[in-house]
């Protein structure tokens, strides 16, 4: 696609339910970044795909959080057993590498609130 | 714990030329300096990109000193449209992928 599209835009779910979040890239951008802002707050580094495996898990918060790449495009995120303190905006970027010369291009997010 | 610094915020007037700077002392080496621009309700918006001295393109300038402790974001001729929080991000970890943004400027601009 022409740019990087993340589904649904919006979400709210109740406390202790599992919700996932789903992330397309644009095409041929073989890197991939989740990313978690909260409420009037700075972004917070998630995880990182290269291709389909993840070379750095080193943000997820907790074991509820996981994530996938299928056929190195579109990305899961998958909360389990929600909690109050998830609510954010999850942000999707990819690029066309993980090369730290590649700008991101982030997608709109998914407002996450759980109630 | 490493992390990047910038100030918390800034108001400026129309016309005006906005300095923003990033502290990251702990850099990664070879790594790149991004700057990003945000709306409200939208994903960050990249701006420039730099690995050091000066870039320049059609919308900023990026300056980095020889040591690429700190980074400056120039926008010349500030509009009401530039109002907007303004991160950096840097890699703190060499042979990571752990890009790390910064604490973001919300930049304020008036008629």
């Known amino acids: 696609g022409a740019g990087v599209s993340q589904s649904p835009s919006n979400k709210v779910t109740e406390k202790g339910k599992d919700v996932e979040l789903r992330c397309d890239p644009i095409?041929?951008?073989?890197?991939l970044y989740w990313y978690r802002q909260s409420l009037g707050q700075g972004l917070e580094f998630l995880i990182y795909?290269?291709?389909?495996?993840?070379?750095?898990k080193s943000g997820l918060p907790s074991d509820r959080f996981s994530a996938e790449r299928t056929g190195g495009s579109v990305s899961t995120l998958t909360i389990q057993r929600t909690q109050q303190e998830d609510s954010a905006v999850y942000l999707c970027?990819?690029?066309?590498?993980?090369?730290?010369?590649?700008?991101?291009?982030f997608g709109s997010g998914t407002r996450l609130t759980v109630v | 714990l490493a992390k990047t610094t910038q100030p918390i915020s800034m108001d400026s007037y129309e016309g005006q030329e906005v300095n923003i700077t990033c502290s990251h002392n702990?850099?990664?080496?070879?790594?790149?300096i991004t700057w990003y621009q945000q709306f409200p309700s939208q994903g960050p918006r990249f701006i420039i990109q730099?690995?050091?001295t000066k870039v320049t393109n059609e919308v900023a300038s990026l300056f980095i000193p020889a040591d690429r402790k700190s980074s400056t974001l120039s926008l010349p001729r500030v509009s009401l449209s530039d109002t907007a929080v303004y991160y950096c991000?840097?890699?703190?970890?060499?042979?990571?992928?752990?890009?790390?943004f910064g604490t973001g400027t919300r930049l304020k601009v008036l008629a």
């Open positions: 970027a990819s690029s066309l590498g993980g090369q730290r010369s590649y700008g991101y291009t």
């Open positions: 991000l840097v890699g703190l970890e060499s042979g990571t992928y752990k890009y790390i």
């Open positions: 730099g690995y050091k």
């Open positions: 095409s041929g951008h073989t890197a």
């Open positions: 702990n850099i990664a080496t070879n790594d790149y």
């Open positions: 795909f290269q291709g389909n495996s993840a070379p750095d």
